[in-house]
């Protein structure tokens, strides 16, 4: 098994660019997560999906952020226009339902983007 | 709202001697509470969990410890070894219905 793929694993873009993150999760888990890490704030869990629908958004900081699974192998993660405060590691999780207090999370190796 | 709490952001420790990473929470409706090892540049990866209705979990060098009446839990390895050098996150989940909930991580180096 490959594990949860993103990609691309850095990306540094101008201010007012849209970003577009990517990941594959593994198959056979029903769960996706997206998650971003900073010094101030840890790891932050942005939005969650099980069997591809989104259950919690409430973490996506503001509109400028959308995410979408069209289906169980894929997901992507918008950030449009993007703000130097975006800079992060974006991470994403997958497993399957019903079971992340038992057995965790598989992430992937994340995405460092830097805004300038 | 930070509901999962690591308060001390590192922590060093000599080769074989113990590593105690604490944690702390709010909610009382965790049930099962996980630790998480991230190396520079890689996701984090599952390193031992317990669940609300135990007190303690043990996998090798690793235990878990869980104290519900003082909502904290703790992280033992013995021996400590230096790959064991990494930031580890405490994460707790309040039912399978629910994303896990992580702190911000400490940074543990283990000396020669």
């Known amino acids: 098994d490959a594990g949860v793929i993103q990609s691309p694993r850095h990306e540094v873009t101008e201010m007012g660019q849209e970003v577009t993150l990517r990941c594959k999760p593994i198959s056979g888990h029903n769960s996706l997560f997206w998650y971003r890490q900073t010094m101030m704030r840890g790891l932050e869990l942005l939005i969650y999906f099980n069997n591809n629908v989104p259950i919690d958004d409430s973490g996506m900081p503001e509109d400028r952020f959308s995410a979408k699974m069209p289906n169980a192998s894929f997901s992507t993660l918008k950030i449009q226009p993007s703000e130097p405060r975006d800079s992060a590691v974006y991470f994403c999780a997958s497993s399957i339902r019903g079971t992340p207090g038992r057995y965790g999370y598989t992430f992937g190796s994340g995405t460092r983007l830097t805004v300038v | 709202d930070q509901q999962v709490k690591q308060n001390s952001p590192s922590l060093s420790v000599q080769e074989g001697r113990i590593s105690i990473l604490n944690c702390d929470y709010t909610n009382s409706m965790f049930d099962y509470f996980l630790w998480y090892k991230k190396y520079p540049a890689e996701g984090p990866t599952f390193l031992i969990s317990?669940?609300?209705?135990?007190d303690k979990n043990e996998d090798g060098r690793f235990t878990v410890f869980l104290n519900k009446s003082a909502k904290h839990l703790s992280l033992h390895i013995v021996p400590s070894q230096p790959g064991d050098s990494a930031v580890y996150f405490c994460?707790?989940?309040?039912?399978?219905?629910?994303?896990?909930?992580f702190g911000k991580g400490t940074s543990l180096l283990v000396t020669p």
């Open positions: 317990i669940s609300s209705i135990k």
């Open positions: 994460a707790a989940s309040a039912g399978s219905g629910y994303a896990l909930n």
